[in-house]
Each structure stands twice: as C-alpha cells, then as structure tokens.
C-alpha cells in the first residue's frame, strides 16, 4: 500500500524573471528578486477577509512580497459593509507614486476602486507605470445585488477593464460591465464573457459561483478559446473575501507562471483548500472568511503524527516488553496462544476494513480516498489470507471456521471504539486507524531486530509482512493524510483526534496480550449456580 499525499500545488523556488527588462528599466538589486513584488489597490476590511488584507494573505501564502495602497476605509465585518470613507484621488495619487518610485512591480491586484476620480488615478498611474501583469477584480456588486458605484464610477472601471490583463468578475459584475442582464446559465454566461474579451482585450476569468448546481465552474476565456475550470462546489457560509483572493493569488501566481492558465489552475485549487478550512477559523457569526494559510503548517505546532506517537509513549514502551511480544521474536511463543491472537486478528481486521472504507467515504480528496479503500481490500485480501493460511497449517481451522471466530471481549472493544470514532469527522476517524499501522510497522521492526535471522522462525511470515518496507511506506502515507486532517480542524476537534489515537494505542497493547492472558465472555452468575445444580 503506497501511495503519496497530495498538497495543493504551490509556488515554484527560484528568482523571479527581472520585470525590470519588461519595463526597461535596470535591476535594482543582482540578477532577480527572490519572491515577486505584488501591489494590491483596494479597501480595506477591519476583520481581514476581504480587501488589502485578505490580498497580503494570499500574496504571502504564495510566496510573494505584498504591498498595499489604500483606496478607501471600510467599515465592515462578516455581515456587511456599514460606512465607507475615501481619503480622496490626490492621497491615492501619493500612495501610487511613492510604491512605484521605489520598488519595482511585478503584478498588480486592483480591487474596490471606491468612486470615478479613484478609477482614473488608478488608470493614469497604470498606463505610467506600466506593470507587468495587471488583475482587475471589478467589485462593484455587493453580495445583497446592490450596486456600489454610481454610473460615473461604473464607466471608469470598464475603462479600467481595457488597461488590464486579467479581470475577474462574478456574473453579476459581468453584467454591469456589458451592460446587460445578468445570466443565469453557464452557456449565456459564456457568451457574455467573450464579449466582454473582445470589446477590452482583456483576458476574462468568468466565475460561475453563482450559478446553481454541484459544480462550481469557473472559465478563462481569451485569444486562445475557452478554457474550463471544474471543481466541485464546497458546502460553506464562509464565503466573504473569495472574490478578492482569488484574484489576489492569480496575480501573486503570474510572475512564476507561463501563463494565466497555469496561474488560475493553481490559484483554484488553492482557494478550494482554503474554503474547506474557514469554518475552522470561527471568525465571525456571519459569512466568514476563508482560510488563506490552510496549507502552511503553523509554526510551533507540530505535525499530528509526530506529537500523537509521543502521546503514547509509555503505551509503545509497554507493548515493546510485553510477554507476548518477547515471546514472539525468540520464537518461544507456544502456537496455541499464537493462533489464538491470530484468530482474533482476524475478526479484528473484519471490523478494521469496514472503517478504512468508512474513511474513503469521508476523505475530502481523490488521493485520500483511494488509499484507504485501497487498504480495505489489502487488510481483507492479502493479510486475511495470511491468517487463514497459518491458522489452516498450525491450527487445523478451515476458511469457515477462522472467519465465524466470535470476537473476544477485547477485539469487541477495540472495533466497538473504531466504528465510533468512524461516526466522528474524517479527522477523528483516520486519527482512530492510525496506531494499528504506527504500532505495528514500529513492533515490525522490533520483532525484526530481535528476531534476527528469520529462517526456521515458526512465526517469520507474520514477523517479515510488519516489517516489509512496503508496510512502513503505508504507514507513511497514513500518517501524512492524518496530518493533512489535522490542518483543518480546530483545537477541540484535534484534541478528539489524540484522545482517538490514545484509545487505539491502548487497545494495541490489550490486543497483544490477550494473546496470553485468553480474555473470555463473563457467564451470568446465576446461570453459573443453575448449571451446577
């Protein structure tokens, strides 16, 4: 079983190409900057999920340098905008001139440009300036279907949209820019998209979020066709800002990109990540925000895999000098406690399967949930077998027999924990699966080391299968799913995950022993009197 974990794709290392020689001008510093310099222009938002700050977020989470310039002051929160105040055209002016007199720009994000005399500072310091990508996200119809500029403004910003090299709207703006109705199907919407191309230039990101449906498609629509973005629509209210950081890490995307297709890819299957995460945020009791920083670890805390095996240390330890183990690596373990423990492994891995396909159904990605189907069929197929061919040889039990064995008090509890945790999140639940790989791949090697040459080993089969490279991958790949889990929950939920993890290493260890000890059912005390009358 092995199979990598994804991430969503993230920006390349390297220098960024000199935008310097794109605007004639000589580098400031060596051959090329480390990181590329991106602007946004826009209002702010006070609780930093939408405007300038959502776009410093997601330039940073792409590897970019942001920079701000101010075109109004927005008092606003998850519900909705209150007051609006603009410093005016002249302090706009100010701010431009003093980014762009000193650094040099390699893209530019435009947002709310607030009023008509905005739009045309902004357009004069671009036709300047002259950047090198330049992404126009047009708001200019709040989420309510109001519309937030005057008709002066409103023909200022098509004007923006010909200076542009990417605009971004929703279909509602699409509308307003083309003066139009709004569509209200994919086709339609299209159409209006290549009208808009071929009256401005522009390339246009049409964005069919509200559209209805389980898909949520977006398309890039420009000199070389179509081109479509299908994704499937994520379930949240944490929805404020989306606009604004899409359009914010395609820019932030562009200079290391070859094209605005590899950028909006990109830049999507980021935003997705970032959707699926904001509930976790609890910021705001209205539409919050997305997580722009889902798919960075968080400095200072560990990878939940990490700190999970020291949570149970004191279990491992146990498990390492216990009898049975002992017994097992020097061969001494007597065959009838082996077959046993292995009977019981084998309704055990039953039960086991049913909640690695559980965890396939909850997993969020393709990747995810091919492995642990995968797994299913592995602890059914290929280790079920193993028991059966051993219990068959040493215990005289046939196919039939191993697999009507009646689970012991302890297997019973261990599966009885895994289908509960299974009926938690996808989180709890891989959380809950993990320690059978950690804490046999972990026994695997000790047994090996113990054990030494395997040959004549009465139990080499089952010693060699735990400590086979293939299975240590596995559980590699295991634990990077539980720690991509881990990411998007909150802190309760990943104590949940821990205590999950406990329970199970604890049960690993009650598993092993039972292999000595031969834990049985309790008989009813008063049938126990009745059967000895």
């Known amino acids: 079983m092995s199979l990598a974990a994804t991430t969503p794709a993230l920006p390349t290392t390297g220098p960024v190409p000199a935008s310097e020689e794109v605007r004639g001008r000589a580098p400031q510093q060596g051959a090329g900057p480390s990181r590329p310099r991106v602007l946004s222009i826009a209002g702010t938002d006070p609780t930093g999920g939408a405007g300038i700050q959502a776009d410093l977020k997601a330039f940073a989470a792409h590897g970019a340098y942001g920079m701000a310039v101010t075109t109004a002051l927005v008092a606003q929160n998850t519900h909705g905008v209150r007051s609006v105040h603009v410093p005016g055209a002249e302090f706009l002016t100010e701010q431009l001139d003093a980014v762009s007199d000193d650094v040099v720009i390699d893209a530019v994000k435009i947002g709310m440009v607030a009023d008509e005399a905005n739009a045309r500072v902004i357009a004069t310091w671009l036709g300047r300036v002259r950047p090198p990508f330049v992404v126009l996200d047009p708001v200019m119809v709040a989420t309510s279907g109001h519309r937030l500029l005057d008709e ?14 990417l605009v971004t709207p929703n279909l509602p703006e699409l509308a307003v820019l083309l003066g139009e ?7 339609d919407a299209l159409a209006q998209a290549r009208r808009l191309h071929a009256a401005s230039g522009a390339v246009v990101l049409l964005k069919g979020g509200h559209l209805t449906g389980e898909e949520s498609p977006d398309a890039l629509v420009g000199p070389d066709g179509v081109t479509t973005f299908s994704a499937p629509r994520v379930d949240t209210v944490h929805t404020h800002g989306t606009g604004c950081s899409l359009s914010a890490a395609v820019a932030a995307l562009r200079p290391r990109r070859d094209d605005w297709v590899g950028a909006v890819r990109d830049a999507k299957t980021w935003l997705t990540g970032a959707l699926r995460a904001g509930g976790v945020l609890a910021v705001g009791t209205g539409h919050g925000p997305v997580d722009h920083l889902a798919h960075l670890p968080t400095l200072g805390l560990r990878a939940f895999s990490e700190e999970a095996w020291e949570r149970i240390a004191g279990w491992r330890e146990a498990v390492e000098g216990m009898g049975f183990v002992r017994a097992l690596a020097d061969g001494s373990l007597a065959a009838e406690d082996f077959g046993f423990y292995l009977a019981q492994d084998a309704a055990y891995l039953a039960e086991y399967a049913r909640v690695l396909s559980r965890a396939s159904l909850l997993a969020p990605t393709p990747e995810a949930r091919q492995f642990f ?12 077998a193993l028991h059966r061919d051993w219990l068959g040889e040493h215990a005289g039990m046939d196919r039939g027999a191993v697999e009507d064995v009646d689970p012991s008090p302890v297997t019973a509890a261990y599966t009885n924990h895994l289908h509960a945790a299974s009926n938690g999140s996808y989180a709890e639940t891989v959380a809950a699966l993990l320690p059978c790989y950690r804490l046999y791949a972990h026994i695997g090697d000790v047994l090996v080391r113990r054990a030494g040459d395997l040959r004549g080993h009465l139990y080499a089969r089952w010693i060699a299968l735990y400590g086979d490279p293939s299975f240590a991958e596995a559980t590699r790949t295991a634990c990077a799913f539980a720690d991509e889990a881990a990411r998007w929950v909150s802190p309760a939920e990943r104590e949940r995950m821990l205590r999950a993890f406990e329970l199970s290493a604890m049960h690993e260890y009650l598993f092993f022993e039972q292999g000595l000890v031969r834990p049985g059912w309790p008989v009813p005390p008063v049938g126990r009197q009745a059967a000895q009358v």
């Open 152 to 165: 002066g403004a409103e023909q200022a910003v098509r004007d923006l949209v010909a200076l542009a090299d």
């Open 181 to 187: 109705p709004a569509a209200t199907t994919w086709p």
């Open 373 to 384: 189907a995968g797994a299913a069929v592995e602890s059914l197929e290929v280790e079920q």
